[in-house]
């Protein structure tokens, strides 16, 4: 079975500056797909950023990117030009059309944001 | 617009008790899932319809019972609530077959059983 880990249950960043989650997960697939959401203290799940797992390059939107590593399983998420906003609960996902569709988390990384 | 919306938000109540969760989207999506996030913040599939189709079904105690009157709506009744079940309870859906099969969620009910 599919399992997603993120190891870092709290991070803090400074202000302007970036911050790196981890997440690492397991599966024999080789075409899935992964996610970032982010859930603000508001509790909606907001989409960050997917990435496909045949494409090498790693998927950015805005300040955010991902660094893709398909040997080693791993999906971690850079958050460049930290703000305010950017305070929440992150989690990393797991998807393959096969599992009905569904998404496999992972536990969550709080991330607070100082001024 | 509400892409996916769910009520109630919140919803206290009694163990013992029989209470239901709806939730409706508008996107025009074929498959609809129920997640569960416990106190921990761990988030677990619950139940995806296709179709009006029951395709997942997790090991989820049959005190709950989910109905999709159309591939628009998906609700969740919950009998003989038990304190375990305060948990938030989030609805998403999304199109099979699109290149991501993204998932849109709803805004999340809080439910309590006291």
């Known amino acids: 079975a599919q399992t997603v880990t993120q190891s870092q249950p709290e991070m803090s960043v400074q202000e302007a500056e970036t911050v790196t989650l981890s997440c690492t997960y397991d599966?024999?697939?080789?075409?899935?797909?992964l996610f970032w959401y982010k859930q603000p203290p508001s509790r909606q799940m907001i989409l960050v950023i997917r990435?496909?797992?045949?494409?090498?390059q790693n998927a950015t939107e805005n300040r955010f990117s991902v660094n893709f590593q398909k040997a080693a399983k791993s999906f971690s998420l850079k958050i460049s030009d930290s703000q305010l906003g950017d305070a929440a609960m992150y989690f990393c996902?797991?998807?393959?059309?096969?599992?009905?569709?569904?998404?496999?988390f992972g536990q969550g990384t709080e991330l607070s944001v100082k001024p | 617009d509400t892409a996916v919306s769910q009520t109630p938000k919140y919803l206290v109540t009694q163990m013992g008790n029989d209470k239901s969760i709806k939730c409706e989207q508008n996107?025009?999506?074929?498959?609809m899932y129920w997640y569960k996030q416990d106190s921990k913040k761990f988030l677990k599939i619950m139940f995806s319809?296709?179709?009006?189709?029951?395709?997942i079904n997790e090991t989820v105690p049959n005190r709950f019972s989910p109905k999709s009157p159309d591939k628009a709506h998906l609700n969740l009744h919950i009998n003989s609530l038990e304190l375990g079940d305060s948990a938030v309870y989030f609805c998403?859906?999304?199109?099979?077959?699109?290149?991501?099969?993204?998932?849109?969620f709803g805004p999340g009910t809080r439910l309590t059983v006291t």
């Open positions: 599966t024999s697939e080789s075409d899935y797909y």
């Open positions: 319809y296709n179709n009006k189709e029951l395709i």
């Open positions: 998403a859906s999304s199109q099979v077959g699109t290149v991501s099969y993204e998932q849109y």
């Open positions: 996902a797991y998807h393959h059309y096969n599992q009905g569709g569904k998404l496999i």
């Open positions: 990435q496909e797992a045949y494409k090498q």
């Open positions: 996107l025009g999506h074929d498959t």
